[in-house]
């Protein structure tokens, strides 16, 4: 069964460090795609950056950066220059690549807090 | 930008009561989904569509029915509320049969049974 598994519940980092953001997956598909979402306080989830499993490079959004190890089968969220506008949860998910549907598998977050 | 938008941002029922979540995409979205979401749990599908009138279970069904009339809709029906259904409630949609695209995102119904 396809499973996201994130370990830490919650991050600290000091505004302007940057903070990696574990994400580990398991699948046994070859085609496969790596998101991750925001979440802040106000409940919405917002769209942050993804990585195809073909994707040869790894994915950057401005500040984001996905580290795609593929034999490791982990897909962390790296941010760099933290802002206090990015302590949120943070979700990493996969496309279920098992038929045709568009289902998306959640992991359970990841609450970063960003401090001055 | 695609909006997504939920009818009620908060909701307090009672148990047994039967409970209508609604969501509209304004950006022609053949797939809509609902999930719910709980501390430590993540987030959960609990049905999608793909098609007007077209539903599949997603992995936490029970309790749970939709209706998609029209394109745009995707209606959660909880017929008969329980006190463990309380919980946030999300919607999303996205466009069908491509890997690389996400889904958006309404802002949410947190959803209390007393």
């Known amino acids: 069964a396809q499973k996201i598994t994130q370990t830490q519940p919650g991050m600290f980092v000091q505004e302007k460090e940057a903070v990696t953001l574990d994400c580990t997956y398991d699948?046994?598909?070859?085609?496969?795609?790596l998101f991750w979402y925001k979440q802040p306080s106000s409940g919405e989830m917002i769209f942050l950056i993804y990585q195809g499993s073909y994707d040869e490079q790894n994915a950057t959004e401005g500040r984001y950066s996905l580290n795609f190890q593929k034999a490791r089968k982990s897909a962390n969220l790296v941010i760099s220059a933290s802002q206090l506008g990015d302590s949120a949860m943070y979700f990493c998910a996969m496309r279920d690549g098992s038929g045709n549907t568009d289902k998306l598998i959640f992991g359970t977050g990841t609450r970063l807090q960003v401090f001055p | 930008d695609v909006k997504v938008t939920q009818s009620s941002r908060y909701l307090v029922k009672r148990t047994g009561e039967k409970v209508f979540l609604e969501c509209v995409q304004d950006?022609?979205?053949?797939?809509m989904f609902w999930y719910r979401q709980d501390p430590g749990l993540g987030l959960r599908l609990i049905y999608f569509s793909y098609d007007v009138k077209m539903k599949e279970k997603g992995d936490i069904p029970e309790g749970y029915s939709v209706s998609r009339e029209k394109k745009e809709r995707f209606s959660l029906i909880l017929e008969s509320a329980s006190t463990n259904q309380t919980s946030m409630y999300l919607c999303?949609?996205?466009?069908?049969?491509?890997?690389?695209?996400?889904?958006?995102f309404g802002p949410g119904t947190r959803l209390t049974v007393t």
């Open positions: 950006m022609d979205h053949e797939n």
């Open positions: 699948t046994s598909d070859q085609s496969y795609g």
């Open positions: 999303a949609s996205s466009l069908l049969g491509g890997k690389v695209y996400e889904q958006y």
